[in-house]
């Protein structure tokens, strides 16, 4: 089962913020949360990570809630290029067992 | 740095033949991973390696499907016999360890399957 919940779709200006939400409920202490992206025809590609703080790279933003049990990809200014599915996801670093399950992902769509 | 390279890029074949993807993982990665794609099922992993061993391969469909990693620079995933519900993206990605949970996963461009 699928550690993280994603909305199916969202939708977004060109050249606008975007932030896509995750809830992760039932997160350890241990898990790193991962972002990926999938653009059409193209392998997954990594977006950022982070275990606690939030996190910033070229690419986009990373806000962590206090309690941990959700988190947001910031897109600062989102281009037709960001048009992709989005994959947020769990890693232990303790469990080697633990599965990586991509799950559905967030369909971004950017209107130009 | 070339990135992780699959080949071929499409496959189409006739069920009940024999096909065999091919990865090269970035050099220097220790980790290699097999995942398949579908509409219905999403990214599904596969198999992975660690160490050119495989560590994990209990995502393996079913016997007809064979992993194997000979060398560092280099791996293999086997479909024999092929069936029409084998049809999909299959993605090849690599890290720098098994830990990735604080590293950083590079997916190849995947390799279309189509049995017919």
């Known amino acids: 089962d699928a550690k993280t919940t994603q909305p199916n779709s969202m939708e977004s200006n060109e050249e606008e913020p975007v932030h896509l939400p995750c809830n992760h409920s039932?997160?350890?202490?241990?898990?790193?949360i991962h972002w990926y992206r999938q653009l059409p025809s193209q392998g997954p590609e990594y977006v950022i990570h982070?275990?606690?703080s939030n996190v910033n790279n070229r690419m986009a933003s990373l806000a962590i809630a206090e309690d941990r049990k959700s988190s947001t990809l910031i897109l600062h200014r989102a281009t037709l290029r960001d048009a992709a599915v989005y994959y947020c996801i769990l890693r232990d670093p303790l469990n080697r067992d633990d599965k990586i399950i991509f799950g559905k992902g967030t369909r971004l769509h950017i209107l130009p | 740095d070339a990135g992780v390279i699959q080949s071929p890029r499409h496959e189409v074949t006739e069920m009940g033949q024999e096909v065999t993807l091919r990865c090269k993982p970035i050099?220097?990665?220790?980790?290699l991973f097999w995942y398949r794609q579908t509409m219905m099922r999403g990214l599904e992993l596969l198999i992975y390696f660690n160490n050119n061993v495989p560590i994990d391969d209990s995502g393996m469909p079913e016997d007809r499907f064979s992993a194997k990693m000979p060398n560092a620079s280099f791996s293999t995933l086997k479909i024999q016999p092929s069936e029409p519900r084998d049809s999909a993206v299959y993605f090849c990605?690599?890290?720098?360890?098994?830990?990735?949970?604080?590293?950083?996963?590079?997916f190849g461009s995947g390799t279309q399957l189509s049995v017919l």
């Open positions: 039932t997160i350890s202490g241990t898990d790193y």
């Open positions: 050099s220097g990665h220790n980790s």
């Open positions: 990605a690599s890290s720098r360890t098994e830990f990735w949970a604080n590293e950083k996963l590079f």
């Open positions: 982070g275990l606690t």
